[in-house]
């Protein structure tokens, strides 16, 4: 019997549900309105990106020049007129936090003043007055200075802090808070020794001051933020976390820092029971874990997580660790085990059986191990071929010591052989007691367009409420068009796709 008109639409149908399928299922699987629906082909671009700049460097610098290898690094330092073309830095970011803008297209504001005298009412030319503006802004400073914060720094959106050219370095109360913003750079700047301070009215933007509690003493807090790049940041020595995320922060890079003198280095994820932190994603790219850390580099709940091509050279507990389902990816890193025999593993998985934890993506490709390190994968993570056939082949581990090479603030002090740092005391965090240790412009760009002027990120909002998700316009016509197919069929493909 031939087939009829109704059998040959099923078919089409059902060819085009297949095929349709796993798009429509990331769709509803987004739990942010700005993770990115497919975190492996970022990991595969950041991948290339680094190849293409370890060829270049190969073929072209064989004359000791100045490309690294580094794809961020290679993308501005070459030219010896950088000074004159700043803005140039927010288009040499990769991995989760590529599209972060920062300040670019708008105007220079250059910070002459140190002080930070009135955080109600900040002086101009202070870098609280900058970065509470509301139009974006390119933040450079006039000469070196040491910023003592009496509270919370609270940057706006579309910020770029930019300490090129100069020795910046942020310490005291509360230290630098992103909170519900979007769009910021924060760029070779020294952060140590931040305190918990709070219990006080604060400007958080030209027209509104609001009341801030105690604060943690993160060095950086980002909290419900998207489209954050840290990079070239020198990182030591505060109360809680170095850098900390939560909150369905999502779109974040850190890359190019140097991480010291600290506890607990990065917690990324607010607590096992939020579910939006299921769409964070993170890249950590040619960062150097140094002389006196212990724990968390970083720390992960759910989420996605590419770590790639990062120095480990100490740990006292382990290296990265999580809960909650997270998705790791270790890529081209070098992993140096302390001399403790119960440190060796770089992984740890907290608080959990291994009968939850088999599951779970945690992914080793190409990394170093040294002095004994060893990574424990699991779930897709154990199999060789999953992890060559969703991302590039990383032949960039060897190179690490390179790609490494500049670290945090340029020109910045190295403590790795224990001679030198850029402030002394005890190894601070939540957990750390009985942990102690010493340590002796242009206005170039593009502007952002009205599609991204989204809503008000910023405010003093302390709660953990989430923004729900529409799918895409098509994929709701799509839906549609299928639901009106099939109940004008009697129902019969409508079977079908409940199997699906």
């Not at 940057?155 to 050219?165: A, C, L, P």
Request: aromatic fraction near 10%; charge should be negative.
């Amino acid at each position: 019997m031939p087939p009829t008109h109704t059998t040959n639409t099923y078919i089409l149908l059902f060819c085009l549900l297949t095929s349709l399928f796993s798009v429509i299922k990331a769709t509803f699987n987004l739990t942010l309105p700005h993770q990115h629906p497919n975190p492996e082909a970022v990991v595969q671009e950041v991948q290339r990106r680094l190849n293409v700049s370890i060829h270049r460097r190969q073929m072209l610098d064989t004359a000791g020049g100045c490309l690294t290898g580094n794809p961020i690094d290679d993308c501005w330092r070459c030219d010896p007129n950088w000074g004159n073309k700043r803005q140039r830095l927010a288009d040499c970011a990769i991995g989760f936090g590529k599209s972060a803008f920062g300040g670019k297209g708008g105007q220079i504001y250059v910070i002459t003043d140190s002080s930070d005298n009135d955080v109600v009412n900040p002086t101009p030319g202070t870098l609280r007055h900058a970065v509470l503006q509301t139009e974006p802004l390119w933040i450079v400073f006039k000469s070196s200075m040491v910023i003592k914060l009496k509270h919370e720094l609270i940057v706006n959106s579309y910020k770029t802090i930019d300490g090129r050219g100069a020795n910046v370095a942020v310490t005291g109360g509360g230290c630098i808070t992103l909170q519900y913003v979007s769009n910021v750079i924060i760029h070779n700047i020294h952060v140590y020794d931040c305190k918990p301070s709070g219990n006080v009215n604060i400007r958080s933007s030209p027209t509104h001051v609001g009341f801030r509690g105690k604060s943690d003493g993160d060095g950086i807090s980002i909290s419900g933020s998207r489209n954050i790049w840290i990079d070239h940041c020198s990182l030591s020595h505060c109360t809680d976390g170095l850098i900390d995320a939560v909150l369905g922060s999502t779109g974040i890079t850190i890359s190019n820092s140097y991480f010291t003198r600290h506890n607990e280095v990065m917690l990324m994820g607010h607590d096992d029971g939020y579910m939006p932190d299921k769409g964070m994603q993170v890249t950590f790219a040619f960062n150097h874990f140094g002389k006196g850390l212990i724990q968390r580099m970083p720390r992960c709940r759910h989420g996605y997580f590419h770590v790639v091509n990062n120095d480990f050279t100490e740990w006292k507990m382990y290296a990265i660790g999580g809960s909650a389902d997270p998705t790791i990816n270790s890529q081209g890193n070098r992993y140096i085990a302390p001399t403790n025999a119960d440190s060796k593993e770089v992984t740890k998985r907290v608080d959990t059986d291994e009968e939850n934890w088999s599951g779970w993506n945690w992914r080793t490709d190409g990394d170093i191990m040294v002095n004994g390190a060893f990574f424990v994968p699991s779930g897709d993570g154990l199999s060789a071929t999953y992890a060559k056939a969703s991302s590039y082949e990383p032949k960039s581990a060897a190179l690490v010591t390179q790609l490494t090479k500049y670290a945090g603030v340029f020109g910045g002090p190295r403590d790795d052989d224990g001679t030198a740092s850029f402030t002394a005391g005890t190894i601070t965090g939540d957990s750390a007691s009985g942990n102690t240790g010493y340590s002796a412009g242009g206005n170039t760009g593009a502007t952002r367009s009205s599609s991204e002027d989204d809503g008000d990120y910023f405010g003093m909002i302390f709660g953990g409420g989430t923004v729900a998700l529409s799918p895409p316009p098509t994929t709701i016509f799509f839906i549609v068009f299928v639901l009106y197919i099939t109940t004008t069929n009697n129902g019969g493909l409508f079977s079908l796709l409940l199997l699906l």
